[in-house]
């Protein structure tokens, strides 16, 4: 299958967790960067975290401390910890991964945090 696969998405109430994982196609030997955006009901879709291909990675301030990026090469896959989850952290997850080739979008997952 060509592109991202996203999974992990879920409801979980106030202070909780939750793990978000992509699947890419693309290795990241080919790949510039690859990040998670979220896009809440009426509003405009938002980074919320990324990792460039030598491990850098930036965070949204309204995530940082919370939530944590990882990768794993060997499997080509993308995670997102999400702890300490608030209300406000509800919103439909998107992967992105930007390649030599093109960019990539996953089909999205929501998440929704409420008590």
């Known amino acids: 299958q060509v592109g991202l696969v996203e999974s992990g998405g879920g409801s979980v109430q106030p202070g909780g967790s939750l793990r978000l994982s992509c699947a890419a196609s693309?290795?990241?030997?080919?790949?510039?960067?690859m990040g998670w955006y979220r896009q809440a009901p009426g509003k405009q879709r938002d980074l919320v975290a990324s990792?460039?291909?030598?491990?850098?990675?930036m965070y949204d301030e309204s995530v940082k401390g919370r939530f944590a990026i990882a990768r794993d090469d060997a499997k080509n896959t993308l995670d997102l910890q999400m702890n300490n989850l608030k209300p406000e952290d509800t919103a439909v997850y998107y992967c992105y991964q930007d390649t030599v080739f093109r960019e990539y979008w996953g089909q999205g997952t929501q998440v929704t945090v409420s008590s």
């Open positions: 990792i460039t291909r030598g491990g850098g990675t």
């Open positions: 693309v290795s990241w030997i080919s790949t510039n960067n």
